[in-house]
C-alpha cells in the first residue's frame, strides 16, 4: 500500500533521533505523503525544536489543544497537567482515523491497542520499528523502512 498519510509522534520519537526522523520525513516529502506530527505538546515548543531542527511537516497536532481534552484537564500551578488515562491514550488514534492517517508511528505499545489504523511502536533503547510481529532496525536505510512501513500499512498492523 502507498502511504498517503504518516503520523510521527515528538516525545520519544522524534526527540529521541532527530536525524534519522529528519531523513524520514524528509522521503516523505519527496514521495508526496502528508506528515502530520501528532504529540501530546505544548505546541511552541514542538514549533521550535521542529524548526530547529530543520523537520518538516505539513500539521502539527496536539492533544492538549483539543477543547475536548483541554476542558477536562487540571492544570497545576508548576506547569504540569493531569488528563484521564484513556482519554489521553485514545486521542492519537481517535486523530489517525478521523484525519485518515495511514500509518502512526510512537514510542507507547499502550497507545497501540486503541488504534484501528496501522501502528507501528518506535523502540528508540533497541533501535528498530516494530509493526505487530515484524521488526526493522534503524541501521536498514529509509527506503528500505519506507517498505518496511507500506507493509505495515497494508495489513492494518496494529500493535
Known sequence: MKIRKLGVDFHGVISKNPSL??????EAFLRKIEVHI???GPRKY???YLSEHHILYHKLWCIIDEPEINEKTSFFADGSFKVDDVLWD????KYCANHNI????DDSKIYGSYFTTSYCQYVDDLHVFTC???TISTNHSVAQIFTF???CATTKICS
Open 132 to 134: 505487530g510481529n515484524n
Open 38 to 40: 501528532i504529540s501530546g
Open 149 to 151: 512501513l507500506e507493509q
Open 90 to 93: 485514545s486521542a492519537k488514534a
Open 21 to 26: 526522523f529528519k531523513e524520514i520525513i524528509s
Open 102 to 105: 495511514d500509518i502512526h508511528i
Open 46 to 48: 514542538i514549533e521550535r
